[in-house]
């Protein structure tokens, strides 16, 4: 499955909230609350020394379905916005690489 095949999907499914301001909010909020749930599980990594990774698997999967439907409700394709990402992060690197050291 690709991303966009999953954020057609995604697009399926009904939303809390009636306006788009309120589908918005929510989305972000739960993106928020599943990256804590995500830093949770690492948290405990280093406080105990092990990690569930199929908790962690689990917490990004809700993670991207968040994430997912900010997308959807922004009327972006995934993809575009992982392609637009990556061309970002390779001008910040390249920039980085070309700083002068003091």
């Given amino acids: ?3 966009d095949e999953y954020a057609q ?7 809390p ?3 788009r ?9 739960a993106l928020i ?18 990690l569930n990774e199929d908790a962690l698997v689990y917490e990004l999967g809700d993670l991207i379905y968040s994430w997912t439907c900010l ?10 916005m992982l392609a637009n990402s990556r ?3 390779k001008e910040r690197i390249a920039r980085r690489s070309t700083a002068p050291t003091l």
Avoid: F
């Fill in 33 to 50: 609350g599943e990256a804590g749930e995500v830093c949770d599980n690492i948290k405990n990594l280093i406080r105990d020394g092990t």
């Fill in 87 to 89: 061309s970002h992060i």
């Fill in 71 to 80: 997308c959807v409700e922004l009327g972006k394709a995934p993809a575009d």
């Fill in 9 to 15: 999907w995604v697009a399926s499914i009904s939303k």
């Fill in 21 to 29: 301001y309120e589908r918005l909010s929510y989305s972000a909020l």
């Fill in 1 to 3: 499955m690709t991303i």
């Fill in 17 to 19: 909230g009636q306006s």
